[in-house]
């Protein structure tokens, strides 16, 4: 019996690396994944999931999930950009975006005339050097640069290998900038925490399944949940030998965690 499957009513699961490996061609499902999701629904436990996705919109995000065979919906996704917005509107901040193209429609809605900060997400073929440049120029021009940032994962894993994210980039104009950028996704606990509050469960009757040790393990430990590690994805074996996050169980797969929680029920 595994202790750390007892007492759950609700799952957060990232997507990328542990749904499906996305890629050019739109990405393909990880085996039993689809199934999984379906046992979740069909138990009864709460759902979420909770994404750092910022390469689409939450509307084109899940319409391609569905075409996979996923059953998700709009409602059930936490992602960085829509929480990003509420902060601009909240502060009246008025972003120079450096995003990927299909996500800019989520600032649709926001102000961006004369920028006052700068938003960052995974860009992918726009983090060119012309484009991160100018991201600076707004940047050091300011008296206190606010540099907000949709996660700060290093790397993320597509079809045809491993690729850089967001906090590479991030890095950068923080040490160019000499600022601290505000990162709005995981592993922040504010993230996590609005992720819960959308499923209704507290943190100790929820566990977190991911495929990055730091941002989706560590994160969600910090904020009082349990969290797996699936060896698909980004899981490099050297994950097992982290310094300073140990989840609370690996797991092959979704499709095994969901068979060891669901014997717990």
């Not at 649709?108 to 726009?126: H, L, S």
């Not at 440049?133 to 540099?147: C, H, Q, S």
């Not at 990055?212 to 030998?241: F, H, S, W």
Request: aromatic share 6%; charged share 25%; glycine share 10%.
């Amino acid at each position: 019996m595994a202790a750390w499957a007892r007492a759950v009513r609700g799952l957060l699961l990232d997507v990328s690396g542990v749904l499906y490996d996305s890629g050019g061609d739109g990405g393909v499902p990880i085996a039993g994944s689809v199934e999984a999701v379906r046992r979740i629904k069909a138990s009864g436990l709460k759902l979420q999931f909770c994404t750092n996705e910022t390469q689409a919109t939450r509307e084109g995000f899940v319409k391609k999930l569905q075409g996979m065979g996923f059953d998700i919906s709009v409602a059930e996704v936490t992602a960085p950009a829509p929480a990003a917005c509420r902060i601009l509107k909240e502060r009246s901040l008025r972003p120079h975006l450096l995003v990927h193209n299909d996500l800019v429609p989520e600032f649709a809605e926001i102000d961006k005339t004369n920028p006052n900060c700068v938003v960052i997400g995974d860009a992918a073929e726009n983090f060119t050097y012309a484009n991160l440049n100018e991201a600076f120029r707004v940047l050091i021009g300011m008296e206190k640069p606010v540099l907000i940032s949709l996660g700060k994962g290093r790397y993320y894993k597509e079809t045809d290998g491993l690729k850089l994210d967001v906090g590479a980039y991030m890095k950068a104009l923080e040490y160019a900038c000499d600022a601290q950028a505000e990162v709005v996704g995981k592993p922040a606990k504010m993230f996590f925490e609005s992720a819960l509050a959308e499923m209704g469960v507290p943190p100790q009757q929820a566990i977190m399944i991911g495929d990055d040790i730091v941002n989706d393990v560590g994160g969600a430990q910090q904020c009082g949940m349990r969290a797996l590690q699936v060896r698909t994805g980004k899981y490099r074996p050297c994950d097992e030998n982290h310094p300073h996050v140990k989840p609370d169980a690996y797991v092959n797969n979704l499709a095994e965690a969901v068979d060891i929680i669901l014997q717990q029920l």
